[in-house]
């Protein structure tokens, strides 16, 4: 299976793949709230993120380094619809932590054994610029906030694989899936549905 991820006619969306450099760029602060450069940006983070979701099925978030945008700033989509998360800060991470499989869109193909705080409080901006905090993030937006904040100081799940056994293909992952999943204590919730009423990641 391929994962050249590219959708016609707009390369804006194209996200970048593991490898590309500028997946390891330190994300500079968003200053520039109310510009319309802030809100073409935020347009196209929010459109990747969409058309990745209807393309692969699954999806919950993306960080704007993602498709090449150096600012740090996250689309993200639980169910109920996309939104920005704007110069997120992360505090308060739990002492108690969980492993699961983690997957990224810009390695697919991949699976990631890692470990993740149990719960952390988020504050950040949204694209309003009006201040928001979370508290006590249960674990599936913990994990998630946590994945994408990494991507904004160019850090990336395969950084934190838990040993030499833990980056595997997806293909593989499916294939033995309770195998697989016997190894970690959680599993990702998923967020969109499929016809039949099954949900996806």
Same mark, same amino acid.
């Given at each position: 299976?391929?994962?050249?991820? /590219?959708?016609?006619?707009?390369?804006?969306?194209?996200?970048?793949?593991?490898?590309?450099?500028?997946?390891? /760029?330190? %994300?500079? +602060? !968003?200053? @520039?709230?109310?510009?319309?450069? =802030?809100?073409?940006?935020?347009?196209? =983070? $929010?459109? +990747?993120?969409?058309?990745?979701?209807?393309?692969?099925?699954?999806?919950?978030? *993306?960080?704007?380094?993602? &498709?090449?945008?150096?600012?740090?700033?996250?689309? *993200?989509? =639980?169910?109920?619809?996309?939104?920005? &998360? $704007?110069?997120?800060?992360?505090?308060?991470?739990?002492?108690?932590?969980?492993?699961?499989?983690?997957? %990224?869109?810009?390695?697919?193909?991949?699976?990631?054994?890692?470990?993740?705080?149990?719960? !952390?409080?988020?504050?950040?901006?949204?694209?309003?610029?009006?201040?928001? !905090?979370?508290?006590?993030?249960?674990?599936? !937006?913990?994990?998630?906030?946590?994945?994408?904040? #990494?991507? =904004?100081?160019?850090?990336?799940?395969?950084?934190?694989?838990? @040993?030499? @056994?833990?980056? $595997?293909?997806?293909? /593989?992952?499916?294939?033995?899936?309770?195998?697989? #999943?016997?190894? /970690? #204590?959680?599993? &990702?919730?998923?967020? &969109?549905?499929?016809?039949?009423?099954? +949900?996806?990641?």
């Amino acid at each position: 299976m391929g994962y050249s991820i /590219v959708w016609s006619g707009n390369n804006d969306d194209k996200v970048l793949l593991l490898g590309d450099p500028r997946l390891r /760029v330190v %994300c500079h +602060a !968003v200053t @520039d709230f109310g510009s319309l450069e =802030l809100r073409r940006d935020g347009e196209r =983070l $929010i459109r +990747a993120l969409e058309r990745f979701r209807a393309e692969y099925g699954f999806g919950r978030a *993306m960080a704007a380094p993602q &498709i090449g945008i150096l600012r740090r700033m996250i689309a *993200m989509n =639980l169910g109920k619809g996309p939104f920005l &998360i $704007i110069n997120p800060i992360l505090s308060n991470r739990s002492a108690e932590t969980f492993t699961l499989w983690d997957d %990224c869109m810009s390695f697919p193909w991949l699976m990631v054994r890692l470990e993740r705080h149990v719960q !952390v409080d988020l504050a950040y901006f949204d694209e309003k610029g009006s201040p928001q !905090v979370w508290t006590g993030l249960e674990k599936a !937006v913990s994990e998630l906030i946590q994945h994408e904040t #990494d991507h =904004l100081d160019g850090i990336l799940a395969v950084d934190h694989a838990a @040993d030499k @056994d833990s980056i $595997i293909a997806r293909e /593989v992952y499916e294939r033995h899936r309770d195998f697989f #999943d016997g190894q /970690v #204590d959680y599993f &990702i919730k998923p967020t &969109i549905s499929k016809p039949d009423g099954e +949900a996806k990641s």
